[in-house]
């Protein structure tokens, strides 16, 4: 069946360290990939989006990478803060180009 | 600029009761959509329109009417809610096909008993 998968336990990691967060996608072919913060109470924040022609995506503290032969995408935030606290949401391209598909997002907690 | 709009922030139904959830944007964006969102289960599409006239279902459109008469506003109605429906619901815009950045509102929160 086709999904995309992102780690479904929390993620905690110390101020300043690197978060790096998985999404894994079976059965699709994105031209697209996607991703998008959301805090609690709150609708998704677009973050990023990488083409299935390019390799990694960057901007400010936050990369994307995206491997289409292993139908996977690493979201890496770099010196990371207590406010970058929220789940984090990839998003495909799926069926025939208007449908966004979701993953169901992986939370990060980054402590003091 | 107010973005996507959606009212209201809460609600509560009877199983049975039937209600529109509005959603309204001021980006003149063409396409625009309708998530659920349930625990474990992430965001799942309900229904989309690429402009005004037309709209089609996503993957969980049963129990949902959609129409798109203006490009600004997208109203999702519930025929006879059910305790499955309980809920937060999203509306979401896009100045492309819908495969791009999407903005979304602050969501509906809906419970039926």
């Known amino acids: 069946s086709q999904k995309i998968e992102q780690n479904s336990e929390a993620l905690n990691i110390q101020e300043g360290k690197t978060a790096t967060l998985t999404c894994n996608y079976t059965n699709y072919s994105p031209a697209y990939l996607q991703w998008y913060r959301q805090d609690p109470g709150r609708g998704p924040v677009f973050l990023l989006l990488?083409?299935?022609?390019?390799k990694e995506k960057r901007k400010e503290r936050l990369k994307v990478t995206f491997d289409t032969t292993l139908k996977q995408s690493l979201f890496h935030i770099t010196a990371s803060q207590p406010a970058d606290s929220a789940t984090y949401l990839c998003?495909?391209?799926?069926?025939?180009?208007?449908?966004?598909?979701f993953g169901t997002g992986t939370q990060l907690k980054v402590e003091l | 600029n107010a973005g996507v709009t959606q009212t209201p922030k809460f609600q509560v139904l009877k199983t049975g009761q039937s209600m529109t959830l509005q959603c309204a944007q001021d980006m003149n964006h063409e396409y625009m959509s309708w998530y659920r969102q349930d625990p474990g289960m992430g965001l799942r599409l309900i229904h989309y329109s690429v402009g005004a006239g037309i709209t089609d279902q996503g993957e969980v459109p049963n129990g949902y009417n959609v129409s798109r008469s203006t490009t600004e506003d997208f109203p999702l109605r519930l025929l006879s809610a059910a305790p499955s429906q309980t809920s937060v619901y999203f509306c979401?815009?896009?100045?492309?096909?819908?495969?791009?950045?999407?903005?979304f509102g602050s969501g509906t929160q809906l419970s039926v008993l």
């Open positions: 990488i083409r299935e022609n390019e």
């Open positions: 979401a815009s896009s100045i492309g096909t819908g495969r791009e950045k999407l903005f």
């Open positions: 998003a495909l391209d799926t069926g025939g180009g208007n449908k966004l598909t």
